[in-house]
């Protein structure tokens, strides 16, 4: 049987973060760790999880290699890259995505601001 798998990159400063949905139950794990264990602040936790409780989605496990950055750099591309996954695993989920503005990479977003 095969195993739904749903992959992309998100990238906020210099933080590139490769994130990978996978059924299940909507665990977190980054670097092998739970993503209690990798980031301490809750701002940062609400961070990476606001495109998974936006969107309303609980039937992935998401799965993240992520380097370079700091921590708030390294949250912010996971959520892009988590994003991104989920726009592949349901086209219309992009719309409520794009319109808070969570889909979309950082040139793009200062020139929309702007």
Do not use: W
Request: net charge positive; with cysteine; proline share 3%.
């Amino acid at each position: 049987m095969a195993k739904v798998d749903y992959s992309a990159v998100g990238r906020r400063k210099k933080a590139v973060a490769r994130v990978r949905l996978v059924a299940g139950d909507g665990k977190v794990t980054i670097n092998k760790r739970d993503i209690d264990n990798y980031f301490g602040l809750e701002t940062l936790k609400m961070t990476v999880r606001q495109p998974l409780t936006l969107t309303g989605t609980t039937a992935f496990d998401v799965l993240v290699n992520v380097c370079g950055g700091g921590v708030s750099g390294q949250a912010g591309a996971i959520r892009h890259g988590i994003s991104r996954a989920l726009c592949k695993a349901d086209p219309e989920l992009r719309a409520a995505l794009k319109l808070s503005l969570i889909h979309i990479s950082e040139p793009t977003r200062l020139q929309l601001i702007s």
